[in-house]
């Protein structure tokens, strides 16, 4: 070895120590992201090996700090590059758990692309902070790295022989080759026998996949991020095959044929369906401790009063809209996926040209479906996914013909989004099923309404975003009363499905510690019709049940999936996560559940399987299409009231 591959080699160890050193700080910088939005209590949710999870995870951010150092060849400006991406997602992250009570995952990714969206989601204030704290992280980190140099460099200086400009390129690529293979190896982190997962657990990683924020305060920032990293592969049920899939439905087309014998075959030949996902809808008087000065919602108080409703298990606070839009249309639940699976609207359906849902179910009957999103058509995706659920038409903003909004800087309001509805049942002669996800109650919240409630919280305290979010409910309950107003007097029958998809994740942590997990994750729902039916109060129950709750208020024929739905509801009406409701609206765990039930859900994971990733199987005896097929209603008479023709999006 020449002295200059040995001067080479010698100069990488102080190279080595200093990416190291900065591996640790940016490290620490994540951490505390954490440790300040959670007000001290996160200590409790630490696992006992915390501090070896934390080298372990500086290990890992050594090996991208390396790689970024083998990259530019300077390490001042290797800080500057670490230290500002670090400052970014320490900064996202800490507004993330502020407004939405989860921590910043991977597939986060996809919406930095979107400056004007991030800004009307998180608001104007929030993106200056992050910009202007990752311009001071990066004169901060430019400036201690001049320094560092300044003082350091010299003193370092010796006789010894410099390396040659090749050898040096020759290190940087090694080290870089070396840092890139290391980190792709560790994305694979969910994959079975990855080492990198393997430390992890044998250090005593405590994962705890029903809560994400719990996850990564407890194993670090590096380790919960790991975690959410590439999405796992569905675990396939012992005993998937066909002629398993072929007993499971022959059993449930048993099962519908006993519903049937009470039901109509015709019953929704001439009947609109209307699901309404009201954005961030919920009951702040159902929490203890929040007082506001006005009731905000008495007109849908009075509704479910005297229809079939109860309360929704909503899978997150603050955020999740998505998923909950998607156990309503698909009748799927997420408990069956791996935690990983944050936003199958992301990160499944895409794959796919055609995925089972209500919708294809219902343009079989004859209806026309229609998708409804006042905003963006990319949000989660959307445009993508509709187009492979089946939907017919997407009216998004910019398509709407009422845009109306109520208050500063505010979404399209709920009042123009219910107009939207009426007009579209109104365009089209058959029947319709008409999606509708709202944008009005979405945050940010602060100083949108010039007469806020005032609401205090368990000790007495204003809150003033929980009090401009409490007016736009009282919009939404306004809004919402005349839209069922007016289906009331149509002569055209019409079944609604309304629900919350969440609370707002900006209550403070007093109304957290006041009240029970499950009263945070509980919002009202109901499921009304303009003709006679069965009403009722249900037990707490998931999205994937609505569509069965609807066949029964119509009294309609059930397929096969439904009658599986319907059973399972009885015995299982909501789970999430390891937690179940039983059918005595108790929250158990899945030892505790009977054996029926135990059964049953054996039953729907595999159906679930066999439609989400599986081989589909059961899919056209399940929904009945063949059947379906056959017996497709003709198109309704014209209603009365304005006439348009139905636009193709």
């Known amino acids: 070895m020449t002295s200059r591959w040995r001067g080479a080699l010698v100069t990488c160890l102080p190279g080595l120590a200093r990416t190291g050193v900065l591996a640790l700080v940016c490290n620490l910088l994540l951490e505390t992201s954490q440790l300040t939005e959670a007000q001290g209590w996160p200590w409790k949710q630490k696992t006992p090996t915390y501090f070896l999870m934390f080298l372990l995870g500086t290990v890992v951010l050594w090996l991208l700090v390396g790689l970024v150092h083998a990259l530019v060849g300077r390490f001042s400006l290797t800080v500057v590059i670490s230290v500002t991406a670090t400052a970014f997602v320490a900064v996202a992250d800490y507004e993330k758990v502020h407004l939405r009570r989860e921590p910043i995952y991977p597939s986060d990714w996809e919406f930095v692309r979107d400056a004007g969206f991030l800004t009307d989601v998180i608001g104007l204030r929030v993106m200056v902070f992050l910009v202007l704290s990752v311009l001071l992280a990066a004169i901060a980190a430019f400036a201690g ?34 840092c890139l293979l290391s980190l792709g190896y560790i994305a694979e982190f969910n994959a079975p026998h990855n080492a990198a997962r393997a430390a992890y657990d044998v250090l005593g990683a405590d994962w705890r996949p029903w809560s994400q924020e719990r996850n990564y305060l407890g194993n670090g ?42 039901r109509d075959p015709h019953a929704l030949d001439h009947v609109n369906v209307v699901m309404v996902l009201s954005e961030s809808f919920s009951d702040p008087e159902a929490l203890r401790g929040v007082r506001p000065a006005l009731d905000p919602i008495p007109l849908t108080r009075r509704l479910t009063a005297s229809t079939m409703s109860g309360k929704m298990l909503a899978q997150n606070i603050g955020g999740g809209t998505a998923n909950m839009e998607f156990e309503a249309l698909t009748g799927m639940s997420l408990a069956n996926f791996p935690p990983q699976v944050r936003v199958p609207y992301q990160m499944l359906i895409p794959k796919y040209d055609t995925f089972p849902s209500v919708v294809r179910w219902f343009e079989h009957h004859g209806h026309r479906a229609v998708a409804i999103h006042p905003y963006t058509t990319e949000m989660y995706r959307r445009r993508d996914v509709y187009r492979i659920f089946g939907f017919d038409d ?25 107009h939207e509805v009426q007009r579209a049942i109104s365009a089209h002669r058959a029947p319709l099923f008409v999606n509708l996800v709202t944008m009005q109650n979405h945050i940010p919240y602060a100083g949108r309404y010039d007469d806020p409630v005032r609401v205090t919280d368990p000790d007495g305290k204003v809150m003033t975003p929980i009090g401009q979010y409490t007016r736009g409910l009282v919009h939404t309950d306004r809004a919402l009363a005349q839209f069922i107003g007016r289906l009331r007097r149509s002569p055209e029958k019409t079944v609604v499905v309304f629900y919350g998809d969440h609370l ?63 059973d399972l509801r009885r015995e299982v009406p909501a789970m999430d996560s390891g937690i179940y409701v039983d059918g005595a609206n108790r929250w158990v765990r899945r030892h505790q559940l009977s054996a029926r039930a135990a059964r049953l859900l054996a039953d729907y994971r595999l159906v679930q399987y066999d439609l989400a990733v599986g081989k589909r199987y059961s899919a056209k005896a399940m929904f009945g299409e063949a059947e379906v097929q056959a017996s497709r209603s003709p198109s309704r008479p014209s209603p009365p009231g304005p006439s348009g023709n139905p636009r193709a999006q």
């Open 394 to 418: 997407f009216v998004y903003a910019r398509k709407m013909h009422d845009r109306r909004r109520i208050g500063h800087q505010a979404y399209i309001s709920d009042a123009a989004a219910f």
């Open 145 to 178: 790295a001049r320094l560092l140099r300044n003082r350091f460099v010299p003193a370092s200086k010796s006789s010894r022989t410099p390396p040659s400009r090749r050898a040096r390129t020759t290190v940087r690529v090694l080290t870089g080759a070396l």
């Open 504 to 566: 707002p994740g900006v209550y403070p942590d007093s109304v957290f510690a006041a009240n029970t997990v499950r009263a945070m994750h509980q919002t009202p729902f109901f499921v009304w019709a303009n003709f006679a039916g069965p009403g009722g109060t249900q037990p707490t129950t998931s999205p994937i049940h609505f569509m069965d709750l609807v066949l029964r208020r119509a009294g309609a024929a059930v397929p096969p999936y439904y009658a599986l739905l319907e």
């Open 221 to 262: 920032f590096v380790g919960g991020f790991l975690y959410n990293l590439g999405v796992p592969t569905v675990a396939r049920p012992t005993g998937y095959s066909a002629a398993t899939m072929a007993r499971v439905t022959a059993r449930y087309s048993a099962a519908a044929e006993r519903i049937n014998r009470t």
